[in-house]
């Protein structure tokens, strides 16, 4: 918990960095230009070959949306226990259908981003919201899609433990 909180405080845009590497490079792509070595892209390299070499260690403590999420299950157990009400879980069955959902996220992230119209789509991302929350930006107008869609994910990430990591994580699919 503790190595959790020091990279949510201090490097909260990990995840985000690293994505914007995926999507450069797609976006790249589908401009037909080459392929640059900028600070999104190389960040994700090094992201991607600790992850390699050391498991999924980025995933589960130095993700901010994990860390997030890690901190609404538990407050929400938290609060059940001290309501004495049973929490609300997601069956096992959903579970395994649904695991597969970040490789369609990752692939719509991709081919928006292949097509060059990925840059359109920030007021409906949550992670957009979520990353100008952490940095102290308020200022989400237009974003309304963007906020509801971080809701139901927060909703999610209480009542399933690593409910975005194991559904709908782009980055978990990419270092898997």
């Known amino acids: 918990a503790g190595i959790q909180i020091l990279f949510f405080l201090w490097l909260p845009s990990a995840f985000t960095t690293a994505f914007s590497g995926v999507k450069t490079i797609f976006t790249q792509i589908g401009r037909g230009e080459a392929i640059e070595l900028s600070a999104f892209v190389s960040v994700l390299i090094v992201l991607s070959i600790y992850t390699f070499v050391f ?21 929400y157990r938290f609060v059940c226990k001290k309501c ?8 096992s069955e959903w579970k395994a259908r649904f695991s597969f959902v970040k490789y369609v996220v990752l692939l719509a992230i991709v081919l928006l981003c292949f097509g060059g119209v990925y840059g359109g789509t920030g007021k409906y991302s949550p992670w957009e919201v979520f990353s100008m929350l952490t940095a102290g930006n308020f200022k989400l107008n237009g974003h309304v899609i963007g906020i509801c869609l971080l809701v139901l994910i927060l909703v999610g990430m209480a009542v399933c433990e690593r409910f975005f990591c194991r559904f709908l994580c782009p980055m978990g699919a990419v270092f898997s």
């Open 84 to 91: 004495k009400k049973r929490p609300v879980q997601i069956p």
């Open 55 to 75: 498991g999924r260690f980025f995933c589960g403590y130095a993700c901010a949306f994990g860390s997030l999420g890690d901190a609404m299950h538990a407050l």
